[in-house]
């Protein structure tokens, strides 16, 4: 048999590494993809390709027996004398035989039944065996397309890193990762060091193929699968599943494995569809073939996600442990087709390992120095599953085009395609870039920040920034000027800012801007501007109330240490009330009553502002707590991931001071605490707690009180939990005291999945409350009930909530509608 390429220049480049290879077939002559080859009496190895094509390296010669197996094949031993290296082995699988005993028919119960609670009951005992361990991991990720459009929406979408066909076929995505980690079961910790990381075409081979990403663990009741779905095999599983023995066949040992097919109770649940192998007696996981849709994992763009374990027997520890994972994907959406592979293999178990006291920390990834940097024969020492044809191609076309592709010649002449100015631009916006220089230059077009209000009618800008690039860590600078021109009150506001940051470590950044702008009398925005501008043109409402100012500002922020976030603001400006200039809108003006006025304390008041004008200097200076945040270290740049486990804090301290009347000047103290919680199959609870307080109740400037965000909207585009869902935008405001809370449960299938007929729908129940306190005002409640995932298909992003408030003994009650992802 002809070698491949691959293996060609594996043995020139090191002829003394000991190896046994071959193709591994099925009796068609079909190449089998994933088939876990290792020595017997070990638990791992390797793995083939997706050409069928194994390495597997040892370090003697002589008599060995080498196991082939792999999921719905017969497993085999086969007993070799090796006299000399490379060693050729070539296998042919036979299907495994399913076959369901007369005792399982004449069983009264279900017998998979009774094979699944055993498992759910074994749990404990099973993942204990492997509560701590230490293991190599190698990953590799693939993606590919299929007759790519040349444009999407008017725009030329490239060659894709030029891995693809005459056909716009080929390989888009091809990375791989070799790893050690760490992992403790009590308390739950995991620990990652990336040895080596490469990305086919680029130049800093940071992957992202991680290890915790990949663990799959069907013995959790939820399982993180693209979503959090319900495990086959979880403490409630018989809510959402239905399973039936197929049959069953024994193992290389000898052992019982019972092939049960998951068949779930509701279509569109968050539950896997296929097939468990479980080891009779043991009750542990022998292997999974699963697969879940879109609409399941609620990824619409997805149309199946296939994921297939294997496991192993560890005499070491009398367990049954992962050794080899895959999941395949296809993606049909706007035209664009994806398929892809994420492969992994775990090597070189050690389960009693000797942890010490600082072994795991909240840095939970790290690469070890020059892991992206590895040569050709490093990684053919190295990569434990061979690459095919097609992915050795890929990497020496992308390494030869990346050079290229570097060059100032290449980028130039790209430039100078992205760089050609059209009768458009003026209007859209236009860039010119200098690739090779690391610079761009940009003018924002007047479609960019076109809006309408009734101060300014329709408003829109006109600017010019810069950016330079300064290294690949995240250094850079940027400037520009800005001019907004109303054409209603016929005023041009002009502006200009600066900022810096050095590195994505800390990510230390530093502004400064100034000019003149309008801003919003509730600094936290209720209310966006296309929002606004859609109300008023279409139904004359002008719910956003705005004043000018002209200012000069500077601002720092910096994660100061891991989890503290520190930032800072100073502003000197000059506050000027304004006053409404157009009454235009679209809806006819005999039908419809003018626009409310543009002081918030009073609508009817079209003559006298909320505000006087006065000139007013601003100090913030806050700090943002994530309590045990985990984070990744990659070679450039540091990436946070939070903690679930506890909540976020945030405080901050305001100081108005320098007014020319004293009353204006006001210290007020903020803090904010919030939380994610994931409640397995149970949903997702979450919390947001909001409170301030003055130190002295005085008569400050309206836009420096204390106010809530409320909504006025029947679709909500905002599904942040800062917000309440019928109170008016400007109805209650303090500059005393106040406490806000957001509570809200979803519950996904735990409840409305239990009802019959209803459960058929997939819909998720949502329940929430909402409260304010303020020292000088009526409490103000909602409680909210809703039903989300609604939609067609794949296609389920609308929510629909039922919210009744309760305001000094005044209740209301109405819908809400808003995007739920």
Same mark, same amino acid.
């Given at each position: 048999?002809?070698?491949?390429f ?15 290879? +071959? ?9 089998? #993809? ?10 791992t ?7 069928g ?9 002589? /008599?060995?027996i ?16 090796i ?20 005792i ?9 039944n ?6 759910? %009951? ?5 993942t204990d ?5 230490? %293991?190599k991991?190698?990953?590799? +990720? ?17 060659d894709? @890193?030029g891995?693809l066909?005459?056909?716009?076929s ?38 992202f ?5 990949? $663990? ?22 018989? #809510? ?25 109770k ?28 879109g ?9 199946v ?26 993606? $049909?959406?706007?035209?664009?087709k ?20 600082n ?7 790290t ?21 095919? /044809? ?22 130039? #002449?790209?430039n /100078? ?5 059209n009768?458009?631009?003026p209007i ?22 076109? !809006?309408? $209000? ?6 829109? !800008? ?13 250094k ?9 021109? +109303? ?7 002009p502006?200009?800012?600066?900022? /810096?940051k ?8 530093? !502004? ?10 509730? @600094? ?11 109300r ?15 200012? %000069? ?5 910096e ?6 976030y ?10 000027k ?6 009454n ?19 609508? %009817? ?45 945030s ?13 204006? $000047? ?10 994610n ?5 149970? @949903? ?21 009180y ?7 909207l ?7 939990l ?41 819909l998720?129940?949502? @329940?929430?409350t ?8 009526n ?28 305001y ?11 995007? #739920?992802?």
């Amino acid at each position: 048999m002809k070698y491949p390429f691959f293996l060609f220049l594996f043995l020139i480049s090191i002829p003394l590494f000991s190896q046994i290879q +071959g193709k591994i077939t099925d009796k068609k002559g079909e190449p089998l #993809s994933f088939v876990s080859i290792y020595l017997d009496k070990t638990i791992t190895g390797t793995t083939s390709n997706d050409n069928g094509d194994y390495v597997l390296n040892i370090k003697r010669k002589g /008599k060995q027996i080498i196991v082939f197996q792999i999921l719905g094949y017969k497993t085999i031993k086969k007993v070799v004398n090796i006299t000399s290296f490379p060693f050729r082995l070539d296998i042919i699988l036979e299907e495994e035989s399913v076959r369901l005993s007369e005792i399982s028919i004449s069983t009264k119960d279900n017998p998979a039944n009774r094979i699944i609670r055993n498992v759910i %009951a074994n749990k404990d005992k099973n993942t204990d065996k492997f509560a701590k361990y230490t %293991a190599k991991f190698y990953s590799r +990720g693939l993606y590919k397309i299929k007759d790519a459009p040349e444009k999407f929406l008017g725009r030329n979408m490239g060659d894709f @890193g030029g891995g693809l066909d005459s056909t716009r076929s080929g390989i888009i995505y091809l990375s791989e990762t070799v790893s050690e980690i760490k992992y403790q079961k009590k308390p739950k910790k995991f620990k990652e060091k990336i040895i080596a990381s490469k990305v086919s075409g680029r130049d800093n081979g940071i992957s992202f193929n991680r290890a915790e990403d990949a $663990n799959i663990n069907f013995y959790q009741n939820s399982v993180e699968f693209g979503n959090d779905l319900v495990s086959p095999i979880s403490n409630n599983a018989f #809510s959402y599943y239905k399973f039936k023995l197929v049959g069953t066949f024994y193992d290389k040992n000898g052992k019982l494995i019972n092939k049960i097919n998951l068949i779930p109770k509701r279509k569109n649940d968050r539950v896997f569809n296929g097939a468990i192998y479980i080891v009779e007696d043991d009750w542990a996981l022998y292997g999974a073939d699963v697969s879940v849709t879109g609409a399941q994992v609620n990824i619409p763009v997805v149309d199946v996600l296939h994921l297939k374990q294997d496991y192993n027997y560890s005499e070491q520890n009398d367990a049954w442990v992962l050794i080899s994972q895959s999941i395949d994907f296809k993606v $049909n959406v706007f035209g664009f087709k994806f398929d892809g592979r994420f492969s992994s293999a775990y090597s070189k178990y050690n389960f009693t390992p000797n942890y010490k006291e600082n072994t795991f920390t909240n840095e939970v990834l790290t690469f070890e120095n020059e892991a992206t940097q590895k040569d050709t024969v490093y990684w053919n020492k190295l990569r434990p599953v061979p690459l095919t /044809k097609e992915e050795v191609k890929d990497y020496k076309i992308k390494d030869s085009i990346k050079v290229v592709r570097k060059s100032k010649k290449y980028l130039d #002449s790209v430039n /100078k395609k992205q760089n050609k100015f059209n009768v458009l631009s003026p209007i859209t916006g236009y860039t010119y870039r200098n690739s090779f220089e690391k610079w761009s230059l940009s003018f924002n077009g007047l479609i960019d920040e076109l !809006s309408f $209000n009734t101060i300014q009618g329709f408003n829109a !800008s006109l600017g010019l920034s810069y950016f330079k690039r300064q290294n690949e860590k995240g250094k850079w600078w940027r400037a520009g000027v800005k001019a907004n021109y +109303g054409f209603s009150d016929e005023q041009v506001r002009p502006t200009f800012y600066f900022s /810096k940051k050095w590195n994505n470590i800390s990510r230390p950044r530093m !502004s400064i801007s100034g000019g003149i702008t309008t801003a919003q009398f509730n @600094g936290r925005e209720p209310i966006s501007k296309f929002d606004n501008m859609l109300r008023s043109l279409l139904k004359r409402r002008n719910y956003m109330k705005i004043y000018e100012k002209s200012f %000069a500002r500077i601002a720092y922020s910096e994660e100061i240490k891991n989890g503290v976030y520190f930032s800072s603001t100073l502003e000197y400006a000059n506050r000027k009330p304004l006053f409404n200039s157009t009454n235009y809108s679209f809806g006819r003006q005999s039908k419809n009553a003018p626009y409310t006025s543009n002081n918030p304390l009073n609508l %009817a008041d079209y003559t006298n502002a909320a505000f006087a004008e006065h000139k007013i200097t601003t100090l913030n200076v806050g700090a943002t707590f994530v309590f045990n945040q985990k984070y990744l270290s990659y070679p450039d740049r540091k990436f946070n991931v939070g903690n679930s486990k506890y909540p976020t804090l945030s405080v901050n301290y305001r100081k108005t001071f320098g007014a020319s009347n004293s009353d204006l $000047n006001s210290d007020l103290f903020t803090a904010n605490l919030r939380q994610n919680i994931n409640a397995g199959n149970y @949903g997702n609870f979450r919390y947001n707690i909001r409170g301030g307080l003055f130190l002295k109740q005085k008569n400050i400037a309206f836009m420096d009180y204390l106010q809530v965000n409320g909504n006025e909207l029947l679709f909500v585009s905002d599904n942040s939990l800062n917000s309440f869902g019928l109170l008016d935008y400007y109805q209650l405001f303090t500059n005393d005291k106040y406490a806000e809370a957001h509570i809200e449960h979803n519950f996904k299938g735990a409840v409305l999945g239990k009802i019959p007929l209803i459960n058929k729908l997939n819909l998720h129940l949502v @329940g929430g409350t909402k409260t304010l306190f303020m020292a000088d005002k009526n409490a103000y409640t909602e409680y909210s009930v809703g039903l989300g995932n609604i939609g067609f298909g794949k296609w389920r992003f609308l929510r629909i909530d039922y919210v009744q408030s309760n305001y000094a003994g005044i209740k209301n009650d109405g819908f809400l509608f808003r995007l #739920s992802f």
